[in-house]
């Protein structure tokens, strides 16, 4: 089966800075679109960012500027770079993987829960 496992994830101040990762199996990140989804409590399920095999990325108007997504296929990871936090940023975090070709191939990882607070 296809697993995504994340990692990055913690408390950090307002203002801080963290940088979460994704990794999965190879032929993933040579050909997948890849995509950060964030969810907090009683909010409905957002898209951050994503980034195309090829290294198209876009973003979210809510984190344009401060976050920035990127992948290293040789790594098997994707990134997301989060600076400038802000307690609304206070979410779980999940990585998705889709192939461009068929959306029925849509993987998730576990989540990785992102705390902004003093």
């Known amino acids: 089966q296809v697993q995504l496992v994340e990692s990055g994830g913690g408390l950090v101040q307002p203002g801080g800075s963290l940088r979460l990762s994704c990794a999965g199996p190879k032929y993933i990140f040579n050909i997948y679109t890849m995509r950060w989804y964030r969810q907090a409590p009683g909010k409905s399920r957002e898209l951050v960012s994503v980034?195309?095999?090829?290294?198209?990325?876009n973003y979210a108007d809510s984190v344009k500027g401060r976050f920035t997504i990127s992948r290293v296929n040789a790594e098997n990871t994707v990134y997301l770079q989060m600076n400038s936090l802000k307690p609304e940023d206070t979410a779980v975090y999940y990585c998705n993987a889709v192939a461009p070709w068929e959306q029925k191939l849509n993987y998730w990882g576990q989540g990785t829960q992102v705390t902004v607070s003093s």
């Open positions: 980034i195309t095999s090829d290294g198209i990325t």
